[in-house]
């Protein structure tokens, strides 16, 4: 059982906790509704994984407009069993 905690940048004002959220398959992982809610964007074009083991902290990625801009979905525990394409910055 892996799980993914939802991210909210510090902007963003709310009274609800951040969703953390258990999932067995990349296709579970991206048919939770805050997830599913980043690929309804018009220029949508995938979702990747940044993996960091340095700080351990491996974040699911909205990647739009060909890669080129890109938002944090929310940390996934272990992005090992996760089927996604390797996140890698773009220039815009």
Do not use: C
């Not at 525990?77 to 996760?82: G, R």
């Amino acid at each position: 059982m892996n799980k993914i905690k939802q991210y909210r940048p510090n902007l963003v004002t709310t009274t609800e906790e951040n969703k953390i959220v258990s999932f067995e398959t990349t296709e579970e992982l991206l048919n939770i509704d805050f997830v599913k809610n980043f690929s309804n964007r018009d220029n949508f074009y995938r979702f990747s994984l940044s993996i960091d083991n340095y700080f351990n902290q491996h974040s699911l990625m909205a990647e739009y407009d060909e890669g080129r801009e890109w938002w944090v979905v929310g940390f996934i525990d272990n992005p090992l069993e996760v089927n996604l394409p390797k996140w890698m910055p773009k220039e815009k």
